[in-house]
């Protein structure tokens, strides 16, 4: 039996003051936490659509006491499956009622609201679990960041990829010398798979009546509803999401970012289709400059998205097809590692051949205890006072660099960062896209 709920508290936060002090890759046993066997008061934000999926993840065991969504008929399967739990439209609401009865939330809503969902979570000692990205803008990535770590909750970000073998199989095999000095990094998506670009008309529309539009907005200047932008494809508004290197960059470049320690870029430049103040491109090719980092050289990283590809390497069997619906190539002086998906959870080296010489290395980094499933490794690390691999101290700087990609392309010319002071060092004006403008009502307290 878990202890009174101002006990039960007292631990989770010790919890997670333990977690805050640790570091990916390690997801370490403490002898802080409450039980394994224990079950936590969870609530989710967001229930329709990944949400769903999300909530799912931690139920089992688990307490699903408060459910949240600006859309009844979203949200309507969880509801049912989950008829104890209160019900709630504004997720400020059910803090001030129940925030005192949750031990940690899901948040999977439109990119926008992660933050301040998150935020109002983390200053009530709230362990929090945020689908990817982080945040849309960096300022409010870096805020969060700051906040968790004053409270000293568990945190995570939902990329399944840091959960899986791929990205550290991927890590032991650089660390081996499998493909000598990593020097580049090619990425490519099919991805916007929603409208974007300059010109794209939203008229004005009817808002159904099972959604409240205005919280949705939650945080950004208001617009005419349409059903072009919710619930799908706002991701291309720079307002509401961050376009399709928002959707997927997290994802696909995670396993390099951690495996190679890549930290921030010095450099970004942009080449885009038209685009315009409201809609991202739909077609952009950016290229990362990171500098060397102890044995480590420089590296060129190179991001396509809209359907742009990388020419065939010719290490590539002629039977094999590079997938066009993403991948990822990992060129070194010695070799090629070749991943077909986005979440590096299947790599080779090119040729087949040099697959097969291959003497694979021991394994050395510790494999998460939940594969595939970001959120369940966040309940397993909240009761057993571990931290997990894609906390906030990792994802804030990778959601970070992923965004800094963005700053390019509205930009519109190649921008220099410089990342300890957080901001575009031979671009000002550029400055100016760090932050959103506030709705009133809605302005943060920063941390």
């Not at 982080?134 to 399944?160: F, P, Y």
């Not at 799908?232 to 508004?237: K, V």
């Not at 959707?247 to 396993?255: F, L, R």
């Not at 069997?317 to 990822?328: A, C, I, S, Y």
């Amino acid at each position: 039996m878990l202890p009174p709920q101002s006990t039960r508290r007292d631990f989770l936060r010790k919890s997670g003051a333990v977690a805050s002090t640790l570091a990916f890759p390690a997801i370490l046993r403490s002898q802080d936490g409450v039980s394994p066997n224990s079950r936590l008061n969870l609530a989710s934000v967001g229930v329709g659509g990944k949400g769903s999926g999300d909530l799912q993840s931690i139920a089992e065991g688990n307490n699903i006491v408060a459910l949240c969504d600006v859309d009844d008929r979203r949200a309507r399967r969880a509801y049912q499956q989950f008829p104890d739990a209160k019900r709630f439209r504004d997720f400020r609401v059910m803090f001030d009622k129940m925030g005192d009865q949750i031990d940690g939330i899901t948040v999977s809503t439109a990119d926008h609201t992660h933050y301040p969902i998150a935020k109002a979570a983390i200053e009530r000692d709230i362990h929090v679990c945020v689908q990817k990205p982080l945040c849309n803008t960096i300022w409010e990535t870096r805020d969060l960041l700051a906040a968790s770590r004053k409270h000293k909750v568990v945190t995570q970000m939902g990329i399944q990829g840091h959960t899986m073998e791929g990205i550290r199989l991927l890590k032991e095999w650089l660390d081996a010398g499998a493909i000598g000095k990593v020097k580049e990094i090619v990425y490519w998506t099919n991805r916007p798979i929603w409208p974007q670009g300059a010109g794209l008309q939203f008229p004005k529309q009817p808002v159904p009546d099972t959604l409240d539009w205005d919280l949705w907005q939650a945080t950004v200047p208001e617009r005419d509803y349409n059903e072009g932008i919710c619930p799908f494809a706002w991701r291309g508004f720079w307002d509401y999401g961050c376009g399709a290197l928002g959707d997927i960059g997290c994802h696909m470049m995670d396993a390099a970012f951690w495996a190679l320690d890549l930290g921030s870029p010095t450099a970004v430049s942009a080449d885009t289709t038209e685009f315009d103040d409201v809609i991202a491109p739909k077609e952009t090719t950016l290229v990362y400059e990171f500098p060397a980092k102890g044995e480590r050289p420089a590296i060129k990283v190179t991001w396509m998205d809209g359907g742009r590809m990388p020419s065939q390497p010719q290490e590539l069997d002629l039977d094999r097809k590079l997938n066009p619906e993403w991948g990822q190539l990992f060129y070194g002086d010695k070799g090629i590692i070749y991943a077909n998906d986005a979440y590096c959870s299947s790599v080779r080296l090119i040729p087949e051949s040099s697959m097969r010489e291959f003497e694979r290395p021991e394994k050395t980094v510790p494999r998460s205890p939940t594969p595939g499933e970001p959120q369940k490794e966040w309940v397993h690390c909240i009761k057993n006072g571990e931290v997990p691999g894609a906390n906030f101290e990792y994802s804030a700087a990778l959601t970070e660099m992923v965004l800094i990609g963005n700053l390019a392309i509205r930009a519109k010319k190649p921008i220099e960062w410089d990342g300890a002071q957080g901001q575009v060092s031979n671009l000002p004006e550029a400055n100016e896209l760090l932050r959103r403008t506030y709705r009133k009502g809605w302005e943060p307290t920063p941390a």
